[in-house]
């Protein structure tokens, strides 16, 4: 006998109440949901960009811009090793991917061939891709050149874009949207996606910087005059660098050592404030254990030399160490606004992008277009149940009545199911809603023709029901595993829009199984217990 224990009955409706509680404040104005008690549930379902407008960026990581910095590094290292063991070079030039040079002494050669070597290979690095990081060619006469390799640039640029997308995405977190779309597209491109962000000049100003900050040493003994344009007579060991005033014009010049005293990776975290004493809008800073100590080794070496503060290539400031700084923190002061000195300590704690990101297409996607959406999805929605309703209670009377208020419940779970996970609801994603409507008075369906099958077989009323809830289960259960398994692939293999269909999808499947095996048989135990019919018409 068909039969529903008390506490199926009780866990039922308890599901079913918090589902309604969660789904709630969708239905209701801001002002209601203000007003709402603090342990209620206030949040609602995100609405993607094509629902409520925002902006769509898509960035390109500077790659090339990352090779020419890792053969200016090489470079260095060059040099340096090559004068610690003494030996003459000549001609140390860089090209767009590889470094040349020629050694002076052919006694040299192979002391010089031994020192490339090791730096063309480091140990302990790029392990597992059977390469070296640069392929190096001698002519046997003394030429020499390291070209980075094509196995070690594939490498350096899945990481350099999985790093980018998680810097962005800390910077994005740090602005208060909500549920940005964050993903890498092709090799070396990223798509963001924030919805309901009006103003995308305030997103690619934070996305542009790269805000690669280092702290470096001036070089008090160089000639900044000669180093300027025209003469371009720069120290090999430095680099001509400007500070800028606040409507980003180059001012004073500075000449600064290229080797990075301590960098901006060991700061710990950034605040923006004012100088107690000016009034000024500053950024406090903290170094980790490692950069304090580094920072304080260095400002103990250089008491009375002005030490530059270098952000992207520019210098915000150049102080003079008065005295050793040992307690790992800072300020920096320059031609800051309030929201410079924000925008400067979200930037810092979000961390440096290891590339820089250019912006190859901007959209914005007004609030009318995403309203339009919704009033589409809205329409598509209504059609599609009213469908499904006209359908399901011509074929079965009131049984259909019994799949139809399984069906709304349906649909308030699966929204609360968006809005307890705060998943992004999309257009796509209205469009696995309306898909769900039907999948789940399809369990219906495959309930009742059971049950009518077993009527024409001569059982009972009671008989039929318990039968045709209980083999058609194991049918509903394989459909709907063929189901999830649909939307996982999807999920796994598509981006963006697929993936919120899917999501929608999975989700809508678990919802529809759950309602058209419990709740239909609880309404229809409910209905014969009160009834109590003798022949059934279905």
């Known amino acids: 006998m068909i039969y529903v224990s008390r506490w199926q009955t009780i866990s039922v409706l308890l599901i079913l109440l918090i589902g309604a509680i969660f789904a709630a404040p969708n239905f209701i104005?801001?002002?209601?949901?203000?007003?709402?008690?603090?342990?209620?549930?206030?949040?609602?379902?995100?609405?993607?960009?094509?629902?409520?407008?925002g902006s769509y960026l898509l960035l390109e990581v500077d790659m090339p811009g990352v090779v020419k910095e890792r053969l200016e590094t090489i470079r260095g290292d060059i040099r340096a090793a090559l004068r610690k063991a003494r030996i003459n070079y000549t001609g140390l030039d860089q090209a767009r991917d590889s470094v040349s040079l020629r050694i002076s002494d052919a006694a040299q050669l192979e002391a010089a061939r031994k020192i490339l070597k090791d730096i063309a290979s480091p140990p302990g690095t790029f392990v597992g891709l059977g390469g070296n990081e640069y392929d190096m060619t001698d002519d046997g006469s003394g030429a020499f050149s390291l070209k980075i390799s094509q196995?070690?640039?594939?490498?350096?640029?899945?990481?350099?874009?999985?790093?980018?997308?998680?810097?962005?995405?800390?910077?994005?977190?740090?602005?208060?949207?909500?549920?940005?779309?964050?993903?890498?597209?092709?090799?070396?491109?990223?798509?963001?996606?924030?919805p309901g962000l009006k103003n995308p000049e305030e997103l690619k100003r934070v996305l542009s910087t790269t805000a690669k900050m280092t702290f470096r040493l001036v070089d008090t003994a160089g000639n900044v005059q000669a180093a300027m344009p025209p003469q371009n007579r720069v120290p090999p060991e430095d680099e001509l660098l400007y500070e800028q005033d606040k409507a980003g014009n180059n001012t004073q010049p500075f000449l600064v050592q290229r080797r990075v005293m301590v960098?901006?990776?060991?700061?710990?975290?950034?605040?923006?404030?004012?100088?107690?004493?000016?009034?000024?809008?500053?950024?406090?800073?903290?170094?980790?254990?490692?950069?304090?100590?580094?920072f304080g080794d260095v400002t103990k070496a250089a008491v009375g030399k002005p030490f530059a503060i270098v952000l992207d290539n520019k210098v915000i400031s150049a102080p003079v160490i008065r005295e050793p700084i040992l307690g790992g923190q800072g300020q920096i002061s320059g031609n800051f606004t309030a929201e410079t000195a924000n925008d400067l300590s979200i930037l810092l704690n979000a961390g440096a992008l290891p590339a820089g990101l250019t912006v190859i297409e901007e959209r914005t996607v007004g609030a009318e277009l995403g309203a339009d959406s919704v009033q589409a999805g809205k329409l598509a929605a209504i059609g599609g149940l009213v469908a499904v309703i006209v359908f399901i209670v011509a074929t079965y009377g009131l049984f259909g009545v019994f799949a139809t208020i399984a069906l709304a419940v349906n649909m308030v779970l699966l929204l609360a199911v968006l809005t307890g996970l705060q998943a992004t609801l999309t257009l796509p994603g209205i469009a696995g809603m309306v898909l769900t409507m039907g999948m789940a008075v399809d369990a219906n369906v495959l309930i009742y023709e059971r049950i009518r099958e077993e009527m024409h077989a001569g059982k009972t009323v009671i008989a039929s029901i318990d039968a045709g809830f209980r083999r058609a289960t194991a049918t509903i259960i394989d459909t709907n595993m063929t189901h999830v398994l649909a939307a996982a692939i999807l999920y796994a293999v598509g981006t963006g829009p697929v993936r919120g269909f899917a999501v929608t999808l999975g989700l809508g499947v678990v919802t529809s199984f759950f309602t058209a095996v419990m709740v239909t048989r609880l309404i229809v135990v409910t209905w014969m217990r009160r009834r109590r019919p003798k022949l059934l018409v279905l």
Do not use: H, K
Not at 184 to 190: L, M, S, T
């Open 263 to 294: 960098s901006g990776d060991r700061l710990e975290q950034a605040s923006s404030g004012f100088d107690p004493r000016g009034g000024e809008p500053v950024v406090n800073f903290r170094f980790d254990t490692r950069g304090a100590r580094e």
């Open 151 to 194: 196995a070690y640039q594939r490498q350096l640029q899945g990481q350099i874009v999985t790093q980018s997308i998680e810097v962005v995405r800390r910077r994005i977190d740090a602005l208060g949207t909500r549920e940005p779309t964050i993903q890498q597209q092709g090799e070396d491109r990223i798509l963001v996606q924030v």
């Open 29 to 53: 104005g801001d002002s209601y949901r203000a007003s709402l008690p603090s342990w209620v549930p206030r949040s609602t379902v995100n609405l993607g960009l094509d629902l409520q407008g």
